[in-house]
């Protein structure tokens, strides 16, 4: 079983919807969460931290569920600039640098 | 702030060479650099952790002596891929963490394009 799972996608979307993705991670120790948010080829870019209350930034909101060892991302008014790879990454430490580990990301493609 | 460069962007090399990739934190002290490798189509995979002035912390099934890092200050590590193969092409990805930014957040260079020919 993968550490962190997403569902490759693509999802292809018109302007202007609300999509949702999903990652699920095995390790019941990790601590930090993220988004991360990837260009064809490019490096990932920090999106987002992910708070155990849920939190918001703009048009997109983070959710996640330790108990279930599930995070999402929520998309509102979907942009053509929001079309990307969206990366899931958990890490096991708080406060200190700590190895990440990457989902193999879900691909979002927004429409006209 | 919190600026991460990477040298060269883009490398064709031939079977038998080594490739020298630099990372460098521009605007912080990275006490803590990673390295990254990318295949097509996959997530990308930790090789190695170095922390300034001490020696790297190896992934499982990364060869060290085929991949050596160096972290010699705060500001600068390298990877060097000695002897390259063609299974070796991919995209090669650092990331530092340290003194001025968040610590538990990592910034990433923009990557080196290896093409082992």
């Known amino acids: 079983r993968k550490e962190v799972e997403q569902d490759p996608g693509p999802f292809n979307v018109p302007e202007g919807a609300t999509v949702a993705f999903n990652c699920t991670y095995s390790?019941?120790?990790?601590?930090?969460f993220f988004w991360y948010r990837q260009d064809c080829r490019k490096e990932p870019k920090l999106l987002m931290s992910?708070?155990?209350s849920g939190n918001e930034d703009g048009r997109f909101t983070a959710q996640l569920n330790r108990a279930s060892q599930y995070i999402s991302l929520l998309i509102r008014d979907s942009k053509l600039s929001d079309s990307a790879t969206y990366l899931c990454v958990v890490s096991g430490n708080t406060g200190t640098a700590s190895k990440l580990t990457f989902g193999t990301g879900t691909r979002l493609q927004v429409t006209l | 702030g919190a600026v991460v460069s990477q040298h060269p962007s883009r490398v064709i090399c031939k079977s038998g060479t080594s490739v020298k990739i630099e990372c460098r934190s521009l605007d912080f002290q990275a006490t803590t650099m990673f390295w990254y490798r990318q295949f097509p189509k996959q997530s990308l995979m930790l090789m190695a952790t170095?922390?300034?002035?001490?020696?790297?912390?190896?992934e499982q099934g990364v060869e060290k002596d085929k991949f050596l890092i160096n972290h010699a200050s705060l500001t600068l590590s390298t990877l060097t891929v000695t002897s390259a193969h063609p299974e070796d092409s991919s995209f090669y990805i650092c990331?530092?963490?340290?003194?001025?930014?968040?610590?538990?957040?990592?910034?990433f260079g923009p990557g080196t394009r290896l093409t082992v020919t």
């Open positions: 992910v708070y155990s």
């Open positions: 170095s922390n300034e002035g001490s020696k790297a912390t190896y």
């Open positions: 990331s530092a963490s340290g003194s001025g930014v968040t610590g538990y957040e990592q910034y």
């Open positions: 390790n019941s120790a990790s601590q930090s």
